[in-house]
């Protein structure tokens, strides 16, 4: 039993390796690494990197055509807004959509928005030479037969609000065609103004309109300058030539105003007079600048029927002066590239917070006189 015993432990002996040995076979092994093991992880290795340059080359040369095809399309498009700006001073019916007819017709002219001179960037918004170009070209139409406002504005510039007035009364003049007028959500101030030159005005039973009257704003910026450390100096050639800056009024300049407001106002109130055939001392009673609901605007004489804009609508079809003639809309829609983009992206309303004061007190410094309902605009 004992030889056995030394018998199979020289037998286990044996069979395990030298430690000497082992290392030895070790070194050579991490000499000599498996080849296939390599070859396989290499060629991989290779086929991905020459497969990601090349498809990275394919998308850089996409995206430089992308590029270069994008800016080449932008400016040609510049080129021809550039073109259609040019055209739109002798053509009015560019930069808007119009549905050519064969026949008599009637236009429908939208005014929504702050009455301005200064055109919006968004498609439909309102564009004050375009309005005015638009009823210059249907005054010289023999085939247009009539005009209607749809009106949806708190107002604006006492300038422009004239303009328009003076247009549409040049235009029923000339031609011995009518004006009918649509209030919307909101037909306030300067809405109200324009829309004497019509023969009849409908609202909707939702309407707010009136606000007759006229408002000055300066914002008086002393208070802040002071804090800030900031002092207003000026070098005029009389004391109240920079009246209305950011140091605010004294009583001397804001009765200069309050009379350039005064003379404003007795303009408003002749107007609606006159368009409403309402006595001056009926229209001094109700133009204290409040709004009015259409059902009281109804009951005042400032308007002639309360109804929706389908049956407005029905109502004009039905209209003896317009048997025949087909009904159509003609909208501003800027083909400028420009507009477009910053209409669609907001980049331009995108402004600090500081210049969005800094251009409303110079706005309401520079334009003072309106015709505004400030309760919506």
């Not at 200064?118 to 037969?145: A, C, F, M, V």
């Not at 005064?262 to 609606?272: A, C, G, H, K, R």
Request: glycine share 8%; charged share 20%.
């Amino acid at each position: 039993m004992e030889e056995n015993n030394f018998t199979n432990e020289n037998e286990l002996n044996n069979n395990i390796p030298n430690e000497a040995e082992n290392n030895n076979n070790a070194q050579k092994e991490n000499n000599q690494p498996n080849k296939t093991v390599n070859y396989n992880t290499n060629y991989n290795t290779n086929y991905y990197r020459k497969d990601s340059k090349k498809t990275g080359c394919l998308v850089a040369v996409i995206a430089v055509v992308v590029i270069v095809a994008a800016l080449i399309i932008g400016f040609f498009s510049m080129i021809g807004s550039m073109f259609s700006s040019a055209v739109s001073s002798v053509s009015s019916t560019t930069g808007s959509t119009y549905t050519y007819v064969e026949g008599d017709y009637v236009e429908t002219i939208p005014i929504e928005g702050a009455i301005s001179s200064s055109p919006s960037y968004y498609s439909g918004g309102y564009n004050h030479q375009w309005i005015l170009e638009e009823i210059d070209r249907l005054k010289n139409d023999e085939s247009n037969k009539g005009i209607i406002l749809y009106i949806n504005t708190p107002g604006g510039g006492t300038y422009e609000s004239d303009e328009v007035y003076n247009a549409l009364k040049d235009y029923k003049e000339a031609t011995g065609n009518p004006v009918y007028s649509y209030y919307a959500q909101t037909a306030a101030s300067g809405g109200v103004y324009l829309s004497m030159a019509s023969d009849e005005i409908y609202a909707n039973r939702m309407t707010l309109t009136g606000s007759i009257g006229v408002i000055m704003s300066y914002y008086d910026a002393s208070g802040l300058m002071e804090k800030l450390g900031i002092k207003e100096d000026n070098v005029a050639s009389g004391r109240n030539k920079a009246m209305g800056g950011y140091s605010g009024l004294n009583e001397e300049q804001r009765a200069i105003l309050q009379s350039i407001v005064d003379e404003t106002y007795n303009i408003f109130v002749d107007i609606v007079a006159e368009g409403r055939n309402m006595p001056r001392e009926k229209v001094l009673e109700l133009a204290d600048g409040r709004v009015y609901s259409a059902k009281q605007a109804l009951d005042l004489g400032l308007i002639d029927y309360v109804m929706d804009y389908d049956d407005f609508m029905t109502a004009m079809e039905n209209k003896e002066e317009f048997a025949g003639c087909e009904f159509i809309e003609n909208t501003y829609i800027s083909n400028s590239f420009l507009d477009n983009f910053l209409a669609k992206t907001g980049l331009g309303n995108q402004k600090s917070q500081e210049a969005q004061l800094l251009e409303m007190i110079e706005k309401a410094n520079q334009n003072p006189v309106q015709y505004l309902f400030d309760g919506v605009y």
